[in-house]
């Protein structure tokens, strides 16, 4: 097996993104990361694009695209990310995200980028069931409850139902989910560097056929 791994996960909300990326992670030896987590430890550690973040969080803006892809390319930069790989969950999200990533991947580039295909109305299902923590954000359904009623298994934090998880809120981000990625789904395509993984079944039914596409492609890409 080729060591490490650097891959872009793409799916919609409640395809078993964030399950599935962490199994990854473990499985090629590299960090997960995710936009939230990025944008939280940039601000922690008070690096530029941390704190330019931080100011428009603050505000209650949304973030601007350069200081998105400052954040990203600060984490890039560091040491476990340029020697071992990464998986990158929640970005790009848009063409001109996807174009800032292989400038900053020069020459090396991405090995794949992997859209996990749920259909909508399981999708709505499962989102529909879901509850949050409301301190750390770990997400619970009606396949994984929290092991005391409402109280979080990792921080102990109340664990409650989004007030945006109702069904037309859940349609709606769907819609702009498919709207904003169709975009990127086609600018990795023309790039041979797109692959789409069937999201149904078990969480190791769903895990094994990823291994499978991730490791076939990318040693046919170090072969050449």
């Not at 399950?19 to 939230?36: D, E, F, M, W």
């Not at 973040?53 to 890039?76: H, S, Y």
Request: charged share 30%; hydrophobic share 35%.
């Amino acid at each position: 097996m080729v060591p490490g791994a650097r891959l872009v996960i793409l799916g919609k909300q409640g395809a078993g993104k964030g399950t599935q990326c962490v199994r990854l992670a473990r499985h090629y030896v590299v960090p997960h990361i995710s936009t939230g987590e990025m944008f939280r430890s940039a601000v922690k550690a008070g690096t530029p694009f941390g704190q330019k973040a931080k100011e428009f969080m603050d505000a209650g803006e949304l973030i601007p695209d350069d200081v998105v892809i400052g954040v990203v390319n600060e984490r890039l930069d560091q040491d476990d990310t340029k020697h071992r790989g990464f998986i990158l969950d929640g970005f790009p999200r848009t063409v001109h995200q996807a174009d800032a990533l292989a400038e900053v991947l020069a020459p090396v580039g991405l090995d794949l980028a992997i859209d996990l295909e749920v259909p909508t109305e399981v999708v709505l299902r499962r989102l529909a069931g879901r509850r949050v923590c409301q301190d750390c954000g770990s997400n619970y359904g009606p396949d994984k409850p929290p092991k005391e009623d409402d109280i979080c298994d990792v921080c102990g934090g109340e664990v409650i139902q989004r007030r945006d998880d109702t069904d037309a809120a859940i349609r709606r981000r769907l819609e702009l989910y498919e709207k904003e990625t169709e975009p990127l789904i086609s600018w990795y395509l023309a790039r041979d560097q797109l692959v789409t993984v069937d999201g149904m079944g078990t969480p190791d039914q769903v895990t094994a056929r990823l291994i499978r596409s991730i490791d076939t492609r990318r040693e046919r890409r170090h072969a050449r």
